[in-house]
């Protein structure tokens, strides 16, 4: 089950920091990042070092408020948002062809929450790979609870240098993960060697749009917030995106961002003034309450010094990606469905 509770939250802020230095983790993440004099070259030189901290630090309060899969999905009219998720996780699955027998690999699994629901759903055994410990440790827990033990695993690795044998994987899969990538290309490589000849990645990216204009300062901001936000070393375009893949081998099948045609906007869930009792964490009351009882936790010691920062800088999260979302200028839904060929050409 998801922490739910709030001192369950204060137990887990940190991941696998000790609790005393959480502050200054916060304080060495926040250095890397535009708004604190940082830079793109920075934080694609320390890219494991940065998304390490912030997933130690982040991990409980997106389990807290979000659940156990870690994304966001187009909408549909009369969902909840936990249904959204969830279809959005059955679509790639269904994408990919997945049926019982197959081997597959989750690129950048988190928790597993996806995990967990695309192996139930398909009935295939899922490896997911994660570099970050803590998060390794309670998916596992997680698995365990769920009863996925014999067909849910994680492996700790970095997805830049796989430690997987060539053409390990009948499927592949990411949802929202590479954009961590400091090279896409790279990242896309690395996961065509381990991809079986013939057989299918299908992602959802993070991506700035055609309408992201690099000269304008407001974007210019609201893309550096959501890098500060969301541990990201610089937002790749679609276009990047797309030519890495081709530039890694695979065949493109369709791509789409999806985000365009959703009847209900992608931030929703994270617009303070949208009132929903499947999201209410996120509201403008629920935010409140959980700031003033994060800040409580810390005084009393409950939750480690620093906690209140790490909450202020997700709050920066939500605030830019619901303006860069109003802007049009980006998108977590890019998906795309790339084959590996059978043969080089």
């Given at each position: 089950?998801?922490?739910?509770?709030?001192?369950?939250?204060?137990?887990?802020?940190?991941?696998?920091?000790?609790?005393?230095?959480?502050?200054?983790?916060?304080?060495?993440?926040?250095?890397?990042?535009?708004?604190?004099?940082?830079d793109?070259?920075?934080?694609k030189?320390?890219?494991?070092?940065?998304?390490?901290?912030?997933?130690?630090?982040?991990?409980?309060?997106?389990?807290?408020?979000?659940?156990?899969?870690?994304?966001?999905?187009?909408?549909?009219?009369?969902?909840?948002?936990?249904?959204?998720?969830?279809?959005?996780?059955?679509?790639?699955?269904?994408?990919?062809?997945?049926?019982?027998?197959?081997?597959?690999?989750?690129?950048?699994?988190?928790?597993?929450?996806?995990?967990?629901?695309?192996?139930?759903?398909?009935?295939?055994s899922?490896?997911?790979?994660?570099?970050?410990?803590?998060?390794?440790?309670?998916?596992?827990?997680l698995?365990?609870?769920?009863?996925?033990?014999?067909?849910?695993?994680?492996?700790?690795g970095?997805?830049?240098?796989?430690?997987?044998?060539?053409?390990?994987?009948?499927?592949?899969?990411?949802?929202?993960?590479?954009?961590?990538?400091?090279?896409?290309?790279?990242?896309?490589?690395?996961?065509?060697?381990?991809?079986?000849?013939?057989?299918?990645?299908?992602?959802?990216?993070w991506?700035?749009?055609?309408?992201?204009?690099?000269?304008?300062?407001?974007?210019?901001?609201?893309?550096?917030?959501?890098?500060l936000?969301?541990?990201?070393?610089?937002?790749?375009?679609?276009?990047?995106?797309?030519?890495?893949?081709?530039?890694?081998?695979?065949?493109?099948?369709?791509?789409?961002?999806?985000?365009?045609?959703?009847?209900?906007?992608?931030?929703?869930?994270?617009?303070?003034?949208?009132?929903?009792?499947?999201?209410?964490?996120?509201?403008?009351?629920?935010?409140?309450?959980?700031?003033?009882?994060?800040?409580?936790?810390?005084?009393?010691?409950?939750?480690?010094?620093?906690?209140?920062?790490?909450?202020?800088?997700?709050?920066?999260?939500?605030?830019?990606?619901?303006?860069?979302?109003?802007?049009?200028?980006?998108s977590?839904?890019?998906?795309?469905?790339?084959?590996?060929?059978?043969?080089?050409?």
């Open positions: 089950m998801a922490k739910t509770g709030i001192l369950d939250l204060a137990a887990g802020i940190g991941g696998q920091i000790k609790k005393e230095p959480v502050e200054s983790a916060v304080e060495k993440y926040e250095k890397y990042q535009v708004r604190y004099g940082g793109a070259q920075t934080r030189d320390n890219c494991v070092d940065a998304v390490n901290k912030y997933y130690d630090l982040v991990t409980a309060f997106y389990e807290f408020g979000w659940g156990q899969s870690f994304h966001f999905a187009p909408r549909w009219k009369g969902e909840s948002l936990k249904e959204s998720i969830t279809r959005h996780e059955h679509f790639i699955a269904l994408q990919l062809g997945l049926k019982k027998g197959m081997k597959v690999l989750d690129v950048g699994c988190g928790i597993g929450g996806p995990l967990r629901e695309i192996s139930r759903f398909s009935l295939v899922i490896t997911g790979l994660n570099n970050n410990e803590y998060q390794i440790t309670r998916g596992t827990e698995n365990c609870l769920a009863g996925l033990v014999h067909s849910c695993n994680f492996i700790k970095d997805f830049m240098k796989m430690p997987f044998p060539d053409n390990s994987f009948d499927a592949i899969y990411a949802i929202e993960a590479t954009c961590h990538a400091p090279d896409a290309h790279g990242c896309y490589k690395e996961i065509y060697r381990v991809l079986k000849p013939g057989q299918c990645f299908a992602a959802y990216e991506c700035l749009t055609d309408n992201y204009n690099p000269n304008n300062e407001s974007h210019k901001k609201i893309k550096a917030e959501i890098e936000g969301s541990g990201l070393s610089d937002i790749r375009s679609i276009r990047q995106c797309l030519d890495a893949l081709k530039q890694a081998g695979f065949e493109v099948i369709w791509e789409k961002d999806l985000a365009v045609d959703s009847p209900l906007p992608w931030y929703l869930p994270l617009v303070t003034q949208h009132f929903s009792l499947s999201s209410f964490r996120l509201t403008t009351i629920g935010l409140l309450l959980t700031r003033i009882m994060v800040k409580t936790l810390e005084y009393a010691r409950l939750a480690p010094a620093g906690s209140f920062k790490v909450h202020s800088v997700l709050e920066i999260a939500a605030k830019s990606l619901v303006d860069g979302g109003r802007e049009g200028i980006f977590p839904n890019y998906f795309f469905l790339v084959r590996k060929p059978l043969s080089k050409s």
